[in-house]
């Protein structure tokens, strides 16, 4: 139980235009769900934080006009990077707990790899 | 501020044991969290510790002292698909769990 899947797990984009990163709870709902970005040999880089229905909170440094997430029910939460550049390249991953206020564990999908030239 | 401190990097053989320490600092404490992650790969849950001691599951045992701000892992038996990369991530008062860089283990036949 517990399965996050991530989609599409590679996309190569051309600088300027947007990429929509999908995460699906598949066997659960998903109070909330977080997205990160990792660089190689980096810690994970909390990017924001969103409960169903309703805004994410997103990190200090974070733009949230370039980074658009939607978590329009308890199964799904989608990050659009828009107006890609190469300095996006990076891992995306996603993150989805069960529950919200409490250390619940975070179940991870499988990351998507994004590459802007 | 908050920060997690372990090592970089470890290398340990084929069989063996090896014991991956992580002493942590963050504002208020709510447990903690150690995953595995695989190079190219989303971290996976390997532990949650709340309490001081030792929580064994089979090959993996993690230790937390929350007076001394430290976590271990030890992994016994270990096998080369333990290679990887082991996080340490802590929870403050928010919830919020706290990502270290992790420290990459190679096992070596």
């Known amino acids: 139980g517990a399965v996050v899947s991530q989609h599409p797990s590679r996309v190569i984009c051309k600088s300027g235009t947007s990429v929509k990163i999908e995460c699906r709870s598949l066997?659960?709902?998903?109070?909330?769900m977080f997205w990160y970005r990792q660089f190689p040999k980096k810690s994970l880089m909390l990017m924001a934080t969103?409960?169903?229905?309703?805004?994410?909170?997103?990190e200090q440094g974070v733009e949230k006009d370039k980074f658009l997430i939607n978590h329009a029910s308890l199964t799904l939460s989608t990050l659009t990077v828009t107006s890609a550049h190469p300095e996006d390249s990076s891992f995306y991953i996603c993150?989805?707990?069960?529950?919200?206020?409490?250390?619940?564990?975070?179940?991870f999908g499988p990351g998507t790899r994004l590459t802007v030239t | 501020g908050q920060n997690i401190d372990q090592p970089t990097e470890m290398t340990a053989t084929e069989g063996a044991i090896v014991q991956i320490n992580c002493t942590y600092q963050?504002?208020?404490?709510?447990?903690l969290f150690w995953y595995q992650q695989h190079a190219g790969e989303a971290p996976t849950f390997l532990s949650y510790?709340?309490l001081d001691g030792l929580e064994e599951k089979g090959r993996f045992s993690s230790f937390l002292s929350r007076s001394k701000g430290y976590s271990y892992l030890l992994l016994k038996e270990l096998q080369m698909k333990d290679s990887a990369s082991y996080l340490c991530?802590?929870?403050?008062?928010?919830?919020?769990?706290?990502w270290g860089a992790g420290t990459k283990l190679i096992i070596k036949p």
């Open positions: 993150s989805a707990t069960a529950g919200a206020g409490g250390p619940y564990e975070q179940y």
């Open positions: 066997d659960f709902q998903a109070t909330t």
């Open positions: 969103s409960n169903e229905g309703s805004k994410a909170t997103y």
């Open positions: 963050t504002s208020g404490f709510n447990g």
């Open positions: 510790n709340v």
């Open positions: 991530a802590p929870i403050d008062s928010n919830y919020q769990l706290i």
